[in-house]
């Protein structure tokens, strides 16, 4: 019998995948769906609500794509490599490649198709992976490595709580998708672009409590929305991501305000202020 609120692990073979932009969409302004095909997308493993890959980008300058090498012994005495510029990112589908099927009796015909995978990437300004996808076109090359291990949806959990900026939607849509359709979902989301509002579909929009607030109406909205829930249910798991800072608060308000123990809290730092 799993553990409360226990989340079962699945480790992943290392892959690293070569592949190509299929096609680029603006699902709102702010984000870019990039969605990769290639071969090596067979067997893509990505179960967990939260699983990530990581993602390497081309060099602006060259073009090159550079990913890490296994350390060989006197290698670092060889020229230096390019630098490697790798940034992690939320698979928000994967379609398993089809073959052609002519119709029968029970199924419709189906055509092959490749195996796809979507990425939505923010595009929040000047940052190599912004930068790119802003631009990016059918045919550019990507190498996609992971995900490493799933994260199964905690067992247990009776009601879920969902937060965080727009790093987290991609996430959060899949958690939106993987819960039972009896657990109730609160979310609460804090956004610079009221255009990010746009981004769950609305079979997602309907199924959960979502809150979004603006940040132009202040600091702190977040923390004040989470504090006015109040105490939590017993059953309640959370989920959340964002930037690093900007968790601590609401971190300690879940854990030592309402006492929630680690396994019922899972916040993560997505990116980091640096400006
Ligand atoms: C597990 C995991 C999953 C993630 N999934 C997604 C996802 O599905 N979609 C997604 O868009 N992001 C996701 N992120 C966040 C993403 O990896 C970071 O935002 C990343 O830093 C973006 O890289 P960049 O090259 O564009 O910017 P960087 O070169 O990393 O940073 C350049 C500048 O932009 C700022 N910056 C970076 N990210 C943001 C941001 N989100 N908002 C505002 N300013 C920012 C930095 O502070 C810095 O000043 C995920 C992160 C993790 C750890």
Do not use: C
Request: charged share 20%; glycine share 8%.
């Amino acid at each position: 019998m799993p553990a409360p609120f226990d989340r079962p692990t699945t480790h992943h073979l290392p892959a690293l995948r070569h592949l190509t932009v299929a096609g680029v969409a603006r699902i709102t302004p702010v984000f870019a769906r990039v969605t990769l095909t290639g071969d090596d997308l067979d067997g893509f493993p990505a179960t967990g609500p939260d699983d990530h890959v990581k993602v390497f980008f081309p060099d602006p300058a060259t073009g090159e794509i550079t990913v890490p090498s296994p350390h060989v012994p006197g290698a670092d005495l060889e020229t230096p490599r390019a630098e490697v510029l790798a940034r992690d990112y939320t698979p928000r589908a994967f379609r398993p490649a089809t073959r052609t099927r002519p119709a029968t009796f029970d199924h419709p015909a189906t055509e092959a198709r490749s195996a796809e995978l979507d990425v939505d990437i923010l595009l929040h300004g000047a940052g190599v992976a912004s930068t790119w996808a802003a631009t990016a076109r059918p045919g550019d090359p990507l190498v996609v490595g992971g995900p490493r291990v799933s994260k199964a949806l905690p067992a247990d959990a009776t009601t879920v709580l969902l937060l965080g900026d727009e790093s987290a939607l991609p996430a959060i849509a899949r958690w939106l998708e993987q819960l039972p359709a009896k657990t109730p979902i609160s979310v609460l989301l804090e956004v610079t672009d009221a255009r990010a509002r746009s981004y769950f579909p609305d079979e997602l929009r309907m199924r959960a409590d979502i809150l979004w607030l603006l940040r132009e109406h202040g600091d702190g909205q977040l923390l004040a929305a989470l504090r006015g829930l109040g105490p939590l249910d017993e059953g309640a798991f959370v989920f959340g991501a964002g930037e690093a800072a900007a968790l601590v608060p609401l971190r300690q308000h879940l854990r030592k305000d309402l006492g929630l123990p680690a396994t019922r809290v899972a916040l993560n730092g997505y990116w980091k202020a640096t400006a």
